[in-house]
């Protein structure tokens, strides 16, 4: 093990480069240094996966007012409303100023000047999602932002990136968070002291084996802010988008809602138009009930019984699907598949969490010196089931209200500012073996366990199972050594934990939540967020 004594400081330290993360760096510059940590290089986030776009009202008072209804009405009666407003309110002004940064959304004619192409996707009234180069908002989005920020950061060096990096701890003194601690490519652990962290670091996907999300998903910045002692909320509320691709070995690449926003249709393998059977908005009914509805179409309780369900676009015409969707037709083509020509098999898979750590509608967490934004929070915005497109816009908006509030709470470095020696870490052949197989043990029964359909038994078995995942990995964390992949499956095994208690706790249905054993929503008691803290779920009505 080697050891130096050096020790940092910086004003802030964001973690996360999605674009809840950027956006409040960008915020932060203007008034001290900040560090910018990511687990991959700059660009590699949920944010630049995704694909059908960004919600915003850009036609006036009356189309904001629609925004804030179809939020709140997708939410299954759990949206804050007052954060719903703030993110409609103060949306198109967010949008506007990526636009002068530089982010090129797709105009009428390709013309620059051109009117800005609005699509629709489930559960919008109107359409109002507007995308870039197709099906490629998310990475037009983070270019901008990155190319931003990377200016600041030449100009006035105000802003540092630790690429190839993670969060693996924070250090609270006094009940306000002094430091953090991160590791980095070549396993060097080290402390930073800080005025203020700010966790924007996505999601968990990962804890599912069917996911929509990178690799990097696995829910530190949620993880660590629940060790350290802050509250998460509705955890249970994890969406499951309903068509990722389902090819045998092939990851579950995200086909996006904007397919349907254009006209497909989702066909069983009987060619019946299913959704007839569900809801009256077919194939826009909100996200959950059409990923319930394909699961139930689609797998069977044992999964040699499952059938395959299709996107069906043979139909649509008067639009050259290769150009409004050029990374997804890209992408099938490697498969041998087509949208104008074949049924595109698809299955739901875990997109985006709707619980997270608790904050204000500001950012503030539960501790001092402690922030969130992004996936990684939760306000309160999305209620029980985010509507589609909505989570860009979040970032931009609580990304830039959290970097506000972290410079109006300012209150300097703390005296006693803990510090520690960098170390380095590592973990042998054998033990990073039994991490990977425990990482995808806990994966395949989250999905077994707590996924679209979830009952008392199913959850009690997840419990049963964690706890013995949790036990190998605490063996592992014992021997003093550890690793990234160890930390991200400590993180994992956090998540589940909350992902299942709170599952547990709400005995009935809604949004994303559904329990078999529950199948109705039940206002009397549950018209309530769930707030965990250290282990232990309360319901709280905001
Ligand atoms: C998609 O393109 O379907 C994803 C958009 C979202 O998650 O809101």
Partial sequence: MVQSSQVDRTDFVVVGAGVAGLRAAIELASQGEVLVVTKESLGESNTHYAQGGIAVATEGREDVALHLEDTVGAGDGLVFRPAAELLVQEGPGRVAELI??????????????????????????????????GDATGAEISRSLVAHAREIARSHCRIRFAEWTMATGLVVEGGRVVAVDLLDAQNVSRRVGVRAVLLASGGAGQVYSDTTNPAVATGDGIAIAAQAGAELADMEFYQFHPTALS?????????????????????????????????????????DVVARAIAREGMGANPADSRLVYLDMRHVTGIDLTVRFPGISRFL????????????????????MMGGIRTDLDGRTTLQGLYAAGEAACTGVHGANRLASNSLLEGLVFGARAAGAILADDSGFSQTAATAAATVLG???????????????????????AGLL????????????????????RQLNENGRGSRRLFEANALASVAGSILRAALARTESRGAHFRNDFSRRDDVHFQKHSVERNGEVRFEAW
Avoid: K
């Avoid at 049924?343 to 997109?351: K, Q």
């Avoid at 042998?428 to 990977?436: H, K, P, Y």
């Avoid at 009952?455 to 190998?472: D, F, H, P, V, Y």
């Fill in 454 to 473: 979830r009952e008392e038994t199913t959850l009690r078995q997840g419990i049963a199972e964690l706890t013995e995942i949790a036990l190998a990995l």
């Fill in 333 to 352: 083509a490697t498969h041998g598949l087509s949208l104008q020509t074949d049924l595109i098999p698809v299955r739901p898979a875990a997109h985006y």
């Fill in 100 to 133: 002068d940064w530089g982010a090129a959304f797709d105009r009428e004619n390709h013309n620059p000047q051109g009117e800005l192409l609005r699509t629709r996707e489930a559960a919008h009234s109107r359409p109002r999602i507007l995308h870039a180069n």
């Fill in 427 to 449: 973990l042998g052949d054998e033990e990073t073996s039994l991490v990977e197989a425990l990482i995808g043990r806990l994966q395949r029964s989250m999905w077994a366990h």
């Fill in 247 to 287: 090819l045998p070995g092939v990851p579950r690449f995200l086909l996006s809602e904007a397919l349907r926003g254009e006209g497909a249709y989702l066909r069983n393998d009987c060619g019946e138009r299913f959704m007839e059977r569900y809801h009256a908005q077919l194939e826009l009914a909100p996200r």
